[in-house]
T-cell receptor, first 112, second 119 residues
């Protein structure tokens, strides 16, 4: 069945450090891939998405590239800020479906 | 942007009682709402999908008689946990999809979640 595996946290980085959170998936066909972010006390928010192979999603300095050959969608940011502290979820949606399959989430803490 | 609210944000109840959780889309109409459950350090697991005016579709292993879902309008869905037991204690999250074709997308917007503790 469909599944998402993401890097376990927590991850603690100093401000301006480089961030990578790994995400790999298992799915039939060509799913859409997403990164959601959950700030403390808030609901999940869509951070970025990619709908086909080699697409790059980007938002707020974060990027992720849909790699079909490695079934991966790793999240990266060149220079993190304290305000990026949150839980990040990788997710996929099968073509033609409405529901999302989520990874376990990775808690990021950025210290000044 | 699109906002989804949930009420209550947390609830504590005695074993055997029923608890209702509301999910509202505040500034858009949602054809479809989803209910997820999240255990500590685990992923969000889809429980059911509800479409306005029709019966919810439950995922395998989710008891539909225990988790009653009503989607009476395009802005409100409710989840009722009936005869709650301690093992039902969890974080329940709803999401809503905008109607396609009205300038909306198929993006899901999530509520902040409701933490249920059953004593």
């Amino acid at each position: 069945g469909d599944s998402v595996t993401q890097m376990e946290g927590p991850v603690t980085l100093s401000e301006e450090a480089f961030l990578t959170i790994n995400c790999t998936y298992t799915a039939t066909g060509y799913p859409s891939l997403f990164w959601y972010v959950q700030y403390p006390g808030e609901g999940l928010q869509l951070l970025l998405k990619a709908t086909k192979a080699d697409d790059k999603g980007s938002n707020k300095g974060f990027e992720a590239t849909y790699r079909k050959e490695t079934t991966s969608f790793h999240l990266e940011k060149g220079s993190v800020q304290v305000s990026d502290s949150a839980v990040y979820f990788c997710a996929l949606r099968r073509t033609g479906a409405n529901n999302l399959f989520f990874g376990t989430g990775t808690r990021l803490t950025v210290i000044p | 942007g699109a906002v989804v609210s949930q009420h209550p944000s947390w609830v504590i109840c005695k074993s055997g009682t029923s608890v209702k959780i509301e999910c509202r889309s505040l500034d858009f109409q949602a054809t479809t709402m989803f209910w997820y459950r999240q255990f500590p350090k685990q992923s969000l697991m889809l429980m059911a999908t509800s479409n306005e005016g029709s019966k919810a579709t439950y995922e395998q292993g989710v008891e539909k008689d225990k988790f009653l879902i009503n989607h009476a309008s395009l802005t409100l869905s409710t989840l009722t946990v009936t005869s709650a037991h301690p093992e039902d204690s969890s974080f329940y999250i709803c999401s809503a999809s905008e109607i396609a074709g009205q300038g909306g997308t198929d993006t899901q917007y999530f509520g902040p979640g409701t933490r249920l503790t059953v004593l």
